[in-house]
C-alpha cells in the first residue's frame, strides 16, 4: 500500500517566497505595482525596474516602509544593453536571482489599413523581444544559481482572441507569439528546474484601460463580455501571479492562466 503523503509537510510555506529576488520590469504599472506588493508580503525582494528610476524608487521606498525588503533599478526596455546590465546588478547586489516577473507591455492601436511598420515594429520590441531577451538575462543567474526559479510573463486574453471592430493587429500577434516562447523556454528550462508560464488577464483597472472603463459604452461592452460581471482590479491579479512563482506550482510549466473573470470559457 502507497503510504499517505505528509500534506502538512508538502504544503507548509508552499505559498512563501521568504528570500527570493524577484526582477520586476514594468514594476511601477498599476499591475507590476500590485504584484510587487505581493512578493513582498510573502517574503521576497522586488525588484522594482523601469525607465522611470523616481517611480521604481518611490514604489520601492513604500515597500520599505511597510517593513518589507525591496530593491529599485533604472532600466530602458528598448534598450537590451541596459536590461542586461540591471538583471548582473540585480545578481551583483543580492547574491542571487530567483524570479522573473515580466510586466512590460504597450499596444498601439491601429487598424488594418493604418498599421505603420515603425509602430508595428515598437509593439515587437517591447512586447516580444523584450521577453525573450530579459528571460534569457535571467535565466543565466538562474540557471548558475542551481536553486531553480520561476519566469512569470504578463499576457492578455488578446494571446488567444481577436478583437472585433479595433486595432489590435501587433498587441495580439505579440501577445499570441508570447504564449509560444513561454512554452519553448519552459521545455529548455525544466532540466534546471525553472519553471515558465504565462498571465492572461482581460482589460483591467488601470491607466492603461482608462480609455475602456472611462467610457460608458465600452465599459458596458467589457462588463458583458465578462461571466463574473465586474472588471478585475490589479489586486485579482496578485494571487495567480504568487502561485506561479512559489512552490505550490512546482509542478506546473509552460502554462497560460487566464485570469478573466470566465471570458476564454465562453468565447
Known amino acids: 500500500m502507497t503510504p499517505r503523503p505528509d500534506f502538512s509537510k508538502a504544503l507548509a510555506g508552499a505559498f512563501r517566497l521568504d528570500g527570493q529576488v524577484a526582477f520586476v520590469p514594468g514594476g511601477y504599472g ?23 528610476a523616481e517611480r521604481a524608487e518611490a514604489l520601492a521606498d513604500g515597500l ?14 528598448a534598450d537590451l544593453a541596459s536590461v542586461r546590465a540591471t538583471v ?23 487598424r488594418l489599413p493604418d498599421v505603420t511598420e515603425d509602430s508595428f515594429d515598437e509593439v515587437v520590441r517591447l512586447n516580444l523581444k523584450f521577453a525573450m531577451f530579459v528571460a534569457q538575462a535571467c535565466a543565466r543567474h538562474q540557471m548558475s544559481g542551481g ?26 500577434a505579440t501577445k499570441g507569439a508570447l504564449v509560444m516562447l513561454i512554452r519553448q523556454h519552459a521545455a529548455e528550462l525544466a532540466p534546471s528546474q525553472i519553471r515558465v508560464n504565462g498571465l492572461a488577464p482581460t482589460v483591467v483597472a488601470s491607466e492603461m484601460a482608462r480609455h475602456w472603463i472611462e467610457n460608458e459604452v465600452t465599459q458596458r461592452q467589457v ?31 509552460g502554462q497560460i492562466v487566464y485570469v478573466d473573470g470566465g471570458i476564454t470559457a465562453t468565447q
Open 64 to 77: 520599505r516602509a511597510a517593513g518589507l525588503r525591496a530593491d529599485a533599478l533604472a532600466a530602458d526596455a
Open 30 to 52: 498599476a499591475i507590476g505595482e500590485a504584484i510587487c506588493w505581493g512578493l513582498a508580503l510573502a517574503g521576497a525582494i522586488p525588484v522594482v525596474v523601469g525607465h522611470r
Open 88 to 110: 548582473d546588478e540585480t545578481a551583483r547586489r543580492h547574491g542571487r536571482l530567483d524570479l522573473l516577473v515580466n510586466c512590460i507591455g504597450i499596444q498601439r492601436e491601429q
Open 147 to 172: 536553486r531553480g526559479g520561476a519566469q512569470v510573463h504578463l499576457l492578455s486574453v488578446r494571446a488567444q482572441l481577436g478583437l472585433r471592430a479595433r486595432g489590435y493587429s501587433a498587441y495580439c
Open 223 to 253: 462588463v458583458e463580455r465578462i461571466p463574473l460581471g465586474r472588471i478585475p482590479d490589479p489586486v485579482d491579479i496578485v494571487g495567480p501571479a504568487l502561485f506561479l512563482c512559489s512552490p505550490a506550482s512546482a509542478f506546473v510549466t
